[in-house]
């Protein structure tokens, strides 16, 4: 089963988490792996041949000590809600220091190593420095503070993330992100295997009662080797007794580590025998990847090291390249450009007013650059500014305007000649983004799709793409009617790592106009199964989407959400999806409350989570009322304001016939929140959606349900 909440033993006991003393070690690394597997079973096979392939190469090197040190730059994130969480720079420090001494093989109490594993003790290659700037280039002390209204993060990635009251992580290419904070249910840390393919997220979070060796770290835990601990699994290594409950078959893919029953507790007395080691020097309770207590943890053994390296070496020698640990150099005159705030994203005019923040990087005020824009590398236009910028400080420019072509481009702006002198740093002067002007000239409705015509996507129909790997296509291998349907692949869309938003495709439609619309319908055909078995707790599910995009610009509206067992129109299967002929289903969306877009787009989007073929045919958006038409019949009505909201927002809905109104909400990551349910009624229905049931400030996604019409709308709570 998949499990968010994982830690049920140590739940049996009730603590203060302010004063709480740890009894017993608690690493959640494994089960969040775990988790993630459950999700997406395909990875165990994956990790089994990384497995394998880094056996192979322990075998065929020697680690070598005294080789040149990886210098890792580290961040620390620290999640404050409490001032007592709010933990000290020392401390933070202190932590540092730790590392490098565990890590060296210069931490004191290396004297307690018994002397028959001295032999095998080793240093590693790396050791640990504080960023000295910010991924702007600005100075920093490598420690970034966020107060949170979240009181508890737990194990499920919550605290990497802003969007969860989180934080989220430097450019891990260039920082080893580690995120300290409240993690509760006994948790003191866990960690992100290398060969994780979500690398945004990878580091380690740190319990901050666990956390350096003074402050608020606390015995038996509080001597820092929690991070020691966790940042072995980012580099590789496994549990010294190969998580196998005891069963002595597991191992942690290094020979010179005893096999080991079961974690230890406390601290032994060598030699300690178990159950898989009964004689000799007995097991390796004083090894790092134990759960000894912190003041009997004191080494890893030459091939946890090598293995380390080798690891590291594969997956993120980059972090080795980073200079994030050097100062970064402040010149007196330096200036650059921050952002592009437009042209952005979607727009229809042709003639375009480029708009940039420009930023005063040098330590003297600025007072004259020379901004230019290149469209598609073409002739550069420029802009003489003058003003009076602080250091440090922005302002926001309009650059002379331009015309530009239907199409998507790329406008790149940069600066020369700060205060009238050249630029002795270039690496801020310039940004670059993406822009898209698009043909807004509205398709007639009825607008019919059966994805029959062999070139694709036709008749003005787009395809985005946004990562570059699998994406919607054309198959003739299903179809409800005619000879094709149109699909993706979900089944070797491997986004594991992305779980928690989803890798998205769009396919999109021409633009249609609703404003003389009274009244439309959105039809089209869906078949899906999804791998998981539906109702599977914990799982993360490939999600259908339909939204209307204002053509020119604006926020999209969500009319559809469906997954899992909403979404499928088959029984899951371990095999690749093909529906037959009685595997589709007919989807209706009313169109009614959405006639003031006037120009938009409706946009297909599927975010993908590893689980099974999505396919779609026969799209009909048709109007039931034209112009100044009268209406043949009233149609299901939804109208939600204010939106955004503050304390409360209503909701009010239109039953045509008898029907039960179903009103559910979702987070922004598809968890259901509320719902409430009115049975058999006919006529307008207004609920008062308070801020008790949606307590914190986010996105949310509320569906309707009127009898067999579905309108789904996003909810701002601010």
């Known amino acids: ?413 940069y600066t020369e000649l700060p205060n009238n002198i050249a630029d002795p740093n270039n690496i801020n002067d310039d940004w670059e983004i993406d822009f898209q002007i698009i043909d807004a000239t509205p398709v007639s409705v009825p607008l019919l799709q059966g994805i029959e015509t062999v070139a694709f996507p036709s008749n003005g129909w787009e395809v985005a793409n946004p990562d570059g790997g699998i994406t919607w296509e054309r198959t003739t291998a299903a179809k409800k009617t005619g000879n094709a349907s149109v699909y993706i692949n979900n089944y070797d869309y491997d986004t594991a790592g992305n779980a928690d938003s989803g890798v998205y495709d769009d396919f999109i439609s021409p633009p249609i106009d609703l404003t003389s619309l009274q009244g439309a319908t959105l039809d089209f055909q869906v078949a899906y199964a999804s791998y998981t078995a539906a109702g599977t707790a914990g799982n993360t599910w490939d999600t259908l989407q339909v939204w209307l995009q204002p053509t020119c610009g604006g926020e999209p509206v969500l009319l559809y959400n469906k997954y899992s067992s909403d979404l499928a129109t088959a029984n899951n299967t371990t095999n690749v999806f093909t529906p037959t002929a009685s595997q589709w289903r007919m989807e209706t969306i009313e169109l009614q409350p959405y006639t003031n877009l006037g120009n938009v787009r409706v946009v297909f989007r599927n975010r993908s989570h590893f689980e099974n073929n999505l396919y779609i045919d026969d799209i009909n958006i048709h109007a039931w009322a034209v112009g100044n038409n009268t209406v043949a019949a009233p149609k299901p009505y939804l109208h939600i304001a204010p939106n955004p909201f503050d304390q409360s927002t209503q909701i009010h809905c239109y039953a045509p016939t008898t029907s039960d109104i179903r009103i559910t909400i979702y987070d922004a990551v598809g968890k259901q929140v509320w719902e409430q349910v009115q049975k058999q009624h006919n006529g307008s229905y207004d609920y008062t959606l308070t801020d008790q049931q949606l307590p914190s400030v986010g996105v949310y996604v509320a569906q309707i349900h009127i009898g067999n019409v579905v309108f789904s709308q996003k909810i701002v709570k601010q």
Request: glycine letters at 8%; one cysteine or more; hydrophobic letters at 35%.
């Open 1 to 413: 089963m998949k499990k968010w909440y994982f830690f049920l033993a140590v739940l049996a006991f009730t603590w203060n988490c302010e004063s709480m003393v740890f009894a017993q070690r608690t690493c959640g690394t494994m089960e969040r792996w775990q988790q993630k597997v459950e999700q997406n079973p395909k990875l165990a096979k994956v990790r089994q041949w990384n497995d394998q392939r880094a056996a192979t190469a322990l075998q065929h090197n020697t680690h070598t000590p005294t080789r040149d040190l990886y210098t890792i730059p580290v961040v620390v994130h620290v999640l404050w809600n409490t001032n007592a969480e709010n933990i000290s720079d020392a401390q933070v420090l202190s932590q540092i220091e730790v590392l490098n001494a565990d890590f060296a093989l210069l931490n004191a109490d290396t004297v307690n190593i018994p002397q028959a594993f001295k032999t095998i003790a080793s240093a590693t290659d790396f050791q640990f420095c504080m960023a000295q700037q910010d991924p702007e280039g600005n100075p920093s002390n490598g420690i970034h503070r966020v107060q949170t209204t979240t009181t508890t993060f737990g194990g499920n990635d919550q605290i990497k993330s802003a969007a969860t009251g989180g934080a989220d992580a430097w450019d891990p290419t260039r920082y080893f992100n580690i995120w300290v904070g409240d993690l509760g249910f006994g948790l003191l840390g866990y960690a992100q295997f290398p060969d994780d393919p979500n690398e945004d997220t990878y580091g380690v979070v740190i319990n901050y009662t666990a956390f350096g060796d003074m402050g608020t770290a606390q015995a038996p835990f509080g001597l820092g080797r929690t991070a020691s601990h966790e940042i072995g699994h980012c580099f590789g290594l496994y549990h010294i007794w190969g998580d196998d409950g005891g069963a002595c078959s597991g191992s942690d893919q290094v020979t010179d580590t005893p096999n080991q029953g079961d974690a230890t507790s406390g601290c032994g007395t060598f030699p300690e025998l178990d159950n898989c080691t009964t004689t000799g020097n007995g097991i390796m309770f004083m090894n790092y990847m134990d759960y000894s207590d912190d003041d009997c943890l004191n080494m890893f053994t030459r091939l946890q090291a090598q293995r380390m390296t080798n690891m590291f070496e594969q997956y993120w020698s980059i972090l080795a390249q980073s200079t994030a640990c050097s100062s970064p150099i402040v010149y007196a005159q330096d200036a650059g450009v921050d952002k592009i705030w437009s042209p952005e994203g979607n727009a229809c005019e042709t003639t375009i007013y480029p708009t940039i923040r420009l930023k005063n990087f040098g330590s003297e005020p600025l007072t004259s650059v020379l901004v230019k824009y290149t469209i598609d590398n073409g002739t550069p236009l420029s802009f003489a500014w003058t003003g009076n910028l602080a250091a440090e400080a922005t302002t926001d420019v309009v650059l002379p305007e331009t015309t530009v072509t239907i199409g998507t481009h790329t406008i790149r702006a």
